[in-house]
């Protein structure tokens, strides 16, 4: 059973950073597809960033050009950097992983694409 731990979050001002971490235990880490999701306080769980297998990025247009996704395949790890924090950043942050490089392709920001998740790691962000 593939597990996800997130870590990383906490408290900053706006127009601080932080970077998080996700370290799996999956044995096949690099074939896997990942992404961080978030969910603010009564919305919906919504998509932040993916990572294929081959490195190739995607962002969601609220953060682009703030967050950076990468991975260490050595590390088991996939992080998330966040430049230029905003209150609006403020939620419980996921990481997310897919062993289906089909769906990864089709539809990366959808929740459905990802078969494990982590427990989330909570980042505030004042203004």
């Known amino acids: 059973q593939e597990q996800l731990e997130e870590s990383g979050g906490g408290l900053v001002q706006a127009g601080g950073s932080l970077r998080l971490s996700c370290l799996s235990s999956?044995?096949?880490?690099?074939?896997?597809?990942l992404s961080w999701f978030r969910q603010a306080p009564g919305k919906e769980r919504e998509f932040v960033a993916a990572?294929?297998?081959?490195?190739?990025?995607y962002y969601v247009d609220s953060v682009k050009g703030r967050f950076t996704i990468s991975r260490d395949n050595a590390k088991n790890t996939v992080y998330l950097q966040m430049n230029s924090l905003k209150p609006e950043d403020t939620a419980v942050y996921y990481c997310?992983?897919?062993?289906?490089?089909?769906?990864?392709?089709?539809?990366?920001?959808?929740?459905?694409?990802?078969?494990?998740w982590g427990q989330g790691t909570q980042v505030t962000v004042s203004s």
């Open positions: 999956g044995r096949t880490f690099s074939s896997y597809g």
């Open positions: 990572i294929f297998y081959t490195g190739t990025t």
């Open positions: 997310a992983a897919t062993l289906s490089s089909t769906r990864m392709r089709l539809v990366p920001s959808s929740r459905t694409t990802y078969d494990y």
